[in-house]
Every structure is written in structure tokens, then in C-alpha cells.
């Protein structure tokens, strides 16, 4: 092996133990820089005789470029390798499932209320919001129950730390009740302009969704609850009716008619006669058992009188269901306040 050959090995095996381009400028510095071994070999030729001069400054720039060899290869090695690393780092796998923001759901509940809306809105129902928080008058006094009356311990409720203008404390509504009064009357105008023209008031035809509160709790019964209030007043609006429209509806809403309903006689100080609504499945788990789902009657005299109205002219019926009670039967939950924990396990299988 020529002393030419040992450079150009050792030049090599320097190039090749550079880890990274700065590094390896530093290797090729050591030979080809301005005092670099190659150089100062090609400075040295300036000593020869002539007639060597030719022969040794040949070898000499063969072995000049063998260097020069390496030194490209292992710049274009370490390129390559910087471009690799780079690859992967940035590497998009596109087998990986997308990363995306969960969509809610509605509330079972909500879902009860939203059918129970368009399934009379069908039957020409108008629906109606009102206040959670209520006057003595409008919860209980304006529907047929008188202060100090014992039929008022039916709806025991929470009262909020503020009095109306009769001095009396607010409450937390414990039914939609109220909202026949607040609606009927909300259409008093109406009501007069029509009467002024010897016309009929036109029906009154609503429901009252929304929360309800009552001092109650266990597995079938919350402080905070769902009902949903229905009110058909007119000149001949009969029990028939409310038999046919709550019949109807209980069948559209539980999709089925295998269905028994059952008006059985209660009492409520809002309405004369008054009725329980039950039903009875055909088949399913609760095949057979009577199950009660609403309030109802025909609305008392007194209380159409605090619509506004004559009560020997408008008659009609009211109810009173409860949406929690209908979203257990439809999906079969036992327990009440489910509905109210926020549990995603249970919330998420309605989406
Ligand atoms: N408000 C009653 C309750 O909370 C339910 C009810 C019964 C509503 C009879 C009515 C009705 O409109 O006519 O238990």
C-alpha cells in the first residue's frame, strides 16, 4: 500500500465516522482544507526534481480526487439520512382513525317532550312556555284551591325567598297548571274583541310543557320533574274528547295499539269530574299492569271563570302528564334519577 493509499483510507474512515455535515467539514478540512494533508502533499511537489514532478503530481491529484469521492459520498449519505429522519418525524399515518369532536345527543327526556309537542301539534295544539317561578295566585288559588285548603298538600312545593305584590311568597311551580290560566288569559284581548263581535272566542287549544318542582324524592320521584299540561276549552268540548285526543296520543306516542286506557275517578280542586289516565300494555314487561300517566277532568267552573270566561258558555277538559313517567315505559328505565345524574354511560345510549 503507497503512502497515497493510507491517505486516502484514513481520509474515508474519517469522512465515515463524521456523524453529521458540520462534522464532516471538519474531517474534510484535515485533508483538503488550506494546510490539509492533500494540500501540503501537492505543496510539497514545489521539492521534487522535475522528471518525478509529473509522475508524483499525477498520484498525487488521483488520490486527491478519490478523497474528494468520499468525501461527496458521505455528504450524500448523510443527506440522505437527515431527509429520512425527517420523514418519519413528520410521517402522516392516514390509517389512523380522525380525530373528531363527539356529537351530543338529546336528553331522553327532551326526546319525550319533542314527541309529545309534535304529536299534538298534529292534533292542532299550540304550545306554550311559562315561568318556573309562580304567584301564590296562579299555582294554586286562580285553580279552584283556596288558601288553607287541604287538597293545597297535594302539591307541596319550595318557596323562594321573595313575596308577590299580594304579599304572598313565590314558589317553585309544582305543576304546568298554572299555564292553562296564564294562556287563557293571555288571549283576553282576543277573547273580548271576538265577543264584542257577537263570534265565539276561538278554542283554546294548548299544551304546557317544562320543569316542575315538589318536596318528593326516590326512585320514582325528583324534586325537579317534567310535565306537560294540556288544556281544549270551546262550546261543546266533552269528556269524549279528552277520551279521544288522550287515547290517540297515547297510541302515537308508544306506537302501538295494543294499548288499554283507563279513566279512573280522582280527584283534583282544578277539575269536575277528575280522572287518573292509566294504561295497560298488551305485551312487554309491563303487559297487563295498569300504569298511571296523567292527571285530567273537566275543567271546574271556577277556574274558567279565572280564565276570563263565561263558565256557562266555555267548557272543556284539562291534563296533567308527566314526560319523566312516559320516557321510563318507552325505554324501559327503572329508576327515576337517572334522568337527572348526568351519567354519560346512560345519557349516551339515546344518541
Ligand atoms: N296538576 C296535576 C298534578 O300536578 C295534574 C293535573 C290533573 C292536571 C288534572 C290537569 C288536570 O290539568 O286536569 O298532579
Redesign the pocket.
Known amino acids: 500500500m503507497t503512502d497515497l493509499d493510507t491517505l486516502v483510507h484514513a481520509a474515508a474512515a474519517s469522512f465515515a465516522e463524521a456523524p453529521n455535515p458540520a462534522e464532516l467539514e471538519n474531517a474534510k478540512a484535515r485533508f483538503l482544507g488550506k494546510s490539509g494533508r492533500v494540500t501540503e502533499l501537492l505543496k510539497g511537489l514545489a521539492q521534487l526534481p522535475p522528471e518525478e514532478k509529473k509522475a508524483r503530481g499525477a498520484e498525487i491529484n488521483r488520490a486527491k480526487q478519490q478523497v474528494e469521492a468520499a468525501l461527496q459520498a458521505r455528504r450524500d449519505a448523510l443527506a440522505a439520512q437527515e431527509l429520512d429522519a425527517q420523514l418519519r418525524a413528520e410521517a402522516l399515518d392516514v390509517t389512523l382513525p380522525g380525530r373528531h369532536r363527539g356529537t351530543g345527543g338529546l336528553h331522553p327526556v327532551s326526546r319525550t317532550m319533542e314527541r309529545i309537542e309534535a304529536i299534538f301539534g298534529s292534533m292542532g295544539f299550540d304550545v306554550a312556555d311559562g315561568p318556573e317561578i309562580e304567584t301564590d295566585w296562579m299555582s294554586f288559588t286562580a285553580l279552584n284551591n283556596p288558601e288553607n285548603h287541604p287538597a293545597r298538600s297535594m302539591?307541596d312545593t319550595f318557596y323562594v325567598d321573595l313575596k308577590d305584590a299580594e304579599g304572598r311568597w313565590l314558589n317553585l311551580r309544582?305543576?304546568t297548571?298554572p299555564m292553562?290560566v296564564r294562556y287563557a288569559r293571555s288571549h283576553a284581548a282576543r277573547h273580548a274583541e271576538a265577543l264584542a263581535q257577537g263570534r265565539p272566542i276561538p278554542e283554546i287549544r294548548v299544551i304546557a310543557p317544562g320543569r316542575t318542582y315538589r318536596v318528593d324524592s326516590d326512585a320514582t320521584h325528583s324534586p325537579m320533574f317534567h310535565?306537560c299540561?294540556g288544556l281544549w276549552i270551546g262550546e261543546h268540548i266533552a269528556f269524549k274528547d279528552l277520551k279521544a285526543v288522550f287515547s290517540d296520543f297515547l297510541r302515537q306516542f308508544f306506537e302501538t295499539d295494543a294499548l288499554d286506557v283507563r279513566f279512573r275517578p280522582s280527584y283534583?280542586p282544578?277539575?269536575e269530574p277528575?280522572a287518573e289516565i292509566d294504561i295497560a300494555f298488551a305485551s312487554g314487561p309491563n303487559k297487563g299492569r295498569w300504569l298511571e300517566v296523567a292527571?285530567?277532568?273537566q275543567v271546574h267552573p271556577n277556574v274558567v271563570r279565572n280564565f276570563g270566561l263565561d263558565p256557562e258558555r266555555y267548557i272543556g277538559f284539562?291534563?296533567?302528564m308527566g314526560p319523566d313517567r312516559l320516557t321510563m315505559l318507552r325505554y324501559g328505565v327503572d329508576d327515576l334519577r337517572l334522568f337527572f345524574e348526568s351519567d354519560l354511560r346512560f345519557l349516551t345510549q339515546f344518541r
Request: proline letters at 6%; glycine letters at 18%.
Open positions: 302539591q309544582p305543576h297548571s292553562q310535565q299540561e283534583f282544578f277539575t277528575s292527571g285530567s277532568g284539562a291534563f296533567g
